[in-house]
């Protein structure tokens, strides 16, 4: 890695896209020039970190040991988060017919809790989560994104990842 | 004789002060400390070390005692007012976060966080006298003012709890915004306000029919919506102004209590949670917990007069009686 990093032009960090962890996890400490790693390995973008205290986390955090044993990732999260948002409409709608319970979900005022110190809604041109990205090293979250500072007309959760005018790609209408 | 003169002239003294000195005390949930603020001179009288985390405080109706919910040890400590001793501590259950006292001082009802409990303590035996199961994550505590309804807030369930107070059970379940955090009643008992902290409002719901009868929203110009998160609630005994702390949105909103019109949005410290007002009414206070002060606001003109920085997380806030 060294040498590999070696030739690089002027950098203040290297960020790895390496989804499938073949090489990213060898940078950090292994850089020609002393440098954070970011992104595959380093500091790690991900939706839930078992470290996450704030907003409440630190009670689900406890919930999930107690209940299974081991401490809660991302998956978890995910799991919880899709249940979660039935189980809103669920209450909210006072129903469990699907069709009520999708309506309510597709309402563009929807919302719901995730421990993520804001709301999470959904984006309605491709039905993605809008939520806040947890920064975390092995150990500890560094920091949440978005970053103070980035604005958007919309939501600054949308400066997050690919917005609708910078895609060309239309999620097939049901 | 000097006896009576030293006397006459600290009643002359009293009757002729502007404004009362109460005690304010902080929690500061980050260096596990109570930080003492003179309500007077609005400056810094003492720090107190406590137990880990403590976040609800609470005076005893008589002044002698603060109590101290410190979560991460499982327990209330209870402090002398006068030398700041710990005196002893109360079977809270695990991880305590909010109390309240019955109005006649008898019993301290706390929210177990991590248990979905309310515990219910007699203060005379210092024993628990009973538990009641709620929603997940337990957190506001709001007592009528004729103790007979506790109204308890379960973060996650998203509901606030009536509970009757003579027979330990909840008679009804209202669904209110999420992440309810706390709840306050009206004085003349006739409502009780519920802030939801990610859903942005406040519930209005009538104590007698259960309905939510009015959703106070807040819109602050350059802010995100997102940045609105309602926590702290107070309401003045005449029942007509209320103060709302907003989280991030670092303001307090201004209410008319009989309009739910937002009259005004008062710029604090940091994050603030908490909010306390003096017994005379003069003075509402403020705990900013990532600028690390408390704000002190004139209840009359609502001006913000200062603020006093004091320890780490400032989380909750009581006011001495006297």
């Known amino acids: ?174 | 004789m000097f006896a009576r003169v030293v006397i006459g002239t600290l009643l002359s003294a009293a009757l002729i002060s502007p404004a009362a000195a109460y005690s304010i005390y902080i929690s500061n949930e980050k260096d596990n400390t109570i930080t003492v603020v003179d309500s007077k001179t609005m400056e810094p009288v003492k720090t107190v070390k406590v137990g880990q985390r403590p976040r609800g405080i609470a005076v005893t109706n008589d002044g002698k005692f603060i109590l101290v919910c410190v979560g991460d040890d499982d327990t209330i400590e209870v402090l002398d007012a006068a030398t700041y001793e710990r005196v002893g501590t109360l079977p809270s259950g695990p991880d305590p976060e909010l109390q309240v006292l019955s109005p006649d001082g008898t019993r301290l009802y706390v929210a177990n966080e991590d248990d979905n409990l309310v515990t219910i303590i007699d203060m005379a035996t210092k024993s628990v006298a009973g538990e009641i199961p709620v929603g997940v994550e337990p957190e506001g505590m709001g007592i009528s003012p004729d103790g007979k309804t506790l109204v308890n807030t379960s973060e996650t369930t998203n509901m606030a709890h009536f509970i009757d107070t003579a027979t330990l059970e909840i008679k009804e379940n209202v669904l209110v915004d999420q992440r309810p955090r706390f709840a306050e009643f009206k004085s003349d008992n006739s409502q009780v306000w519920v802030s939801s902290e990610i859903g942005g409002t406040v519930s209005v719901i009538d104590t007698r029919t259960f309905e939510i009868v009015k959703k106070i929203a807040f819109e602050i110009r350059g802010l995100r919506p997102e940045a609105i998160q309602p926590v702290g609630v107070r309401i003045t005994k005449d029942g007509k102004k209320a103060f709302v702390a907003l989280g991030p949105a670092n303001r307090v909103a201004v209410i008319d209590a009989q309009t739910y019109e937002v009259l005004d949005y008062l710029l604090v410290g940091q994050r603030v949670w908490q909010l306390g007002l003096t017994p005379d009414e003069k003075l509402l206070i403020s705990t900013n917990g990532v600028s690390n002060d408390i704000s002190i606001i004139d209840v009359d003109t609502l001006e913000v007069l200062k603020s006093v920085p004091v320890g780490q997380l400032p989380w909750g806030v009581a006011v001495s009686p006297n």
């Open chain 1, 1 to 174: 890695m060294p040498v590999f990093t070696q030739e690089a032009a002027d950098h203040d960090v290297i960020v790895a896209a390496d989804e499938s962890e073949v090489f990213a996890t060898y940078l950090p400490y292994r850089t020609w020039i002393p440098r954070p790693v970011a992104g595959s390995a380093g500091l790690v973008p991900s939706s839930w970190h078992p470290s996450h205290e704030q907003w409440g986390a630190k009670q689900i955090q406890n919930r999930f040991v107690k209940a299974t044993g081991r401490r809660m990732n991302s998956k978890d999260m995910q799991a919880w988060t899709a249940v979660r948002i039935i189980g809103e409409a669920a209450t909210r709608t006072n129903s469990g017919s699907p069709e009520k319970i999708a309506a309510f979900i597709k309402d563009p005022g929807f919302s719901i809790a995730a421990f993520k110190g804001q709301r999470v809604t959904f984006r309605p041109w491709n039905w993605q989560l809008r939520q806040p990205v947890l920064l975390s090293d092995a150990r500890n979250v560094v920091s949440v994104s978005p970053q103070e500072g980035f604005l958007h007309q919309i939501s600054e959760l949308d400066t997050l990842g690919i917005d609708q005018p910078e895609t060309n790609c239309k999620l097939k209408q049901q």
